[in-house]
């Protein structure tokens, strides 16, 4: 399913968006949606506990829920980069971007990659209008197997300038919306 000019507002999906599998409990989508800004994909996915099955309000409900979600993280980047500075990833950020190469333009040390040109030390608000979603992955499990959490969002954020050479920040989001930070992806 395509959704190219939506926000998470206006997204449209549908029960026969999910490919079901009762014999595993499983029922799984794929969405584009317009989060920060920005275009990506989102996989959705629900898994119910053993020998329970789908029908389409079951399925429907899910659909309300999975939505409820992704309009906490399109309304929430603040609470999601307040998590990216307390694990430090701006520090990490100028780690990675000293290791590119120094040169001297109007004076000023600065560090180029590519055709990125960094200034150092990057600040909060450079940092935070870097920040982008390469992907979601958002899953509910009814089971409960994954850090003793029924919601869990999967998601791999990027900047612009690329801070981290390619490398993604990987970050988590439980039950309750706690965040964790889990490092670098890539």
């Known amino acids: ?26 029922a799984k989508c794929s969405v584009d949606v317009e989060i920060w800004n920005n275009y990506i994909p989102i996989s959705l ?3 119910l506990k053993d020998e329970d099955i789908f029908d389409n309000t079951k399925i429907e409900n899910y659909i309300k829920e999975f939505k409820k979600h992704l309009l906490w993280i399109e309304n929430n980047k603040k609470a999601i980069f307040d998590a990216l500075i ?12 000293e290791s590119s190469e120094e040169t001297i333009i109007d004076g000023k040390k600065v560090y180029v990659d590519g055709e990125h040109i960094f200034k150092l030390p990057i600040s909060e608000e450079d940092f935070y209008k870097s920040l982008y979603f390469n992907s979601i992955g958002l899953r509910i499990d009814e089971n409960k197997e994954i850090a003793d959490s029924r919601i869990m969002i999967e998601a791999f954020i990027d900047t612009n300038p690329d801070y981290f050479a390619g490398h993604s920040m990987d970050v988590t989001v439980w039950d309750d919306y ?5 490092g670098l992806a890539g």
């Open 1 to 26: 399913m395509k959704s190219m000019d939506k926000k998470v507002e206006g997204l449209s999906i549908k029960v026969e968006d999910f490919e079901v599998s009762n014999n595993i409990s499983l």
């Open 45 to 47: 996915e629900i898994e």
């Open 178 to 182: 706690r965040i964790s930070v889990d």
């Open 86 to 97: 307390k694990d430090d990833m701006i520090q990490l950020a100028e780690e990675w971007v």
